[in-house]
């Protein structure tokens, strides 16, 4: 188990989840990534390795946006490569989502999308059927209001998970919005002005603000600035 640092503000994204990474870091960790929405796309960037290589991936190609999500990975099912990094994404390519725990039957879970939804899988993660699974419910879901719809697909999706997690999730179409939530993870919600921020540790986030909300299991967190 390790780290996640999420941002929603006004300010570009990328030097605040980097530096939120970097305060992570002496938990351990082997591998990082980034996940920004900028305009309706998702710009990713992660690794294995250290944060200074993720550091380099993004000085190379700068991600911009002012919104996302970000991790540092602690293996526990797949091996410490580039694909098993987080963020992992839905089979639509729109929901990004970091995850600290483990999904405890996930395998279950992979094969019930494999059968009825023909999913495809580019890691060997827990994280990526959770991914997959909140996205099949979200596009399963009516309502116009899309913020609403993905709160729902989340709550709806972790009622079938076993296990433990702390998450942070961002959705390609519905700007400035994160959603958080944790069962036996930790995650910490940032409040600032016209900025939110969620972390796994109010060390990744105290440099921007002290008022911290430290969510309790089962409670769900969705934020936006507007
Ligand atoms: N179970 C997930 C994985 O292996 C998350 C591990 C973590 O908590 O960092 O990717």
Excluded at 60 to 79: D, F, M
Excluded at 84 to 112: C, M, W
Aim: one cysteine or more.
């Amino acid at each position: 188990m390790c780290g996640i640092v999420g941002y929603v503000g006004r300010s570009e994204a990328a030097p605040i989840l980097l530096d939120g990474l970097r305060r992570l870091e002496y938990r351990g960790y082997d591998s990082a990534g980034v996940a920004i929405v900028n305009g309706q796309t998702i710009e990713t960037r992660k690794c294995a390795g250290r944060i200074a290589n993720l550091a380099k991936l993004m000085t190379e190609r700068p991600p911009a946006g002012q919104y996302g999500i970000s991790h540092t990975r602690w293996a526990t099912h797949g091996k410490v490569t580039d694909e098993n990094a987080h963020p992992h994404f839905d089979q639509s390519g729109k929901i990004a989502l970091v995850h600290n725990g483990v999904i405890e039957n996930y395998a279950t879970l992979r094969e019930q999308l494999v059968r009825e939804g023909g999913h495809k899988f580019t890691s060997d993660t827990d994280t990526e059927v959770l991914a997959h699974l909140i996205g099949s419910i979200y596009e399963q879901l009516d309502g116009k209001d899309s913020k609403a719809r993905l709160v729902n697909a989340t709550r709806a999706a972790l009622k079938q998970v076993i296990g433990t997690y702390g998450i942070a999730l961002v959705h390609a179409d519905i700007k400035d919005f994160l959603v958080g939530a944790r069962r036996g993870s930790p995650l910490v919600l940032g409040v600032g002005k016209d900025e939110n921020f969620l972390a796994s540790d109010v060390s990744a986030i105290v440099a921007h603000t002290r008022d911290a909300v430290y969510l309790n299991d089962f409670e769900a967190s969705s934020r936006t600035t507007c």
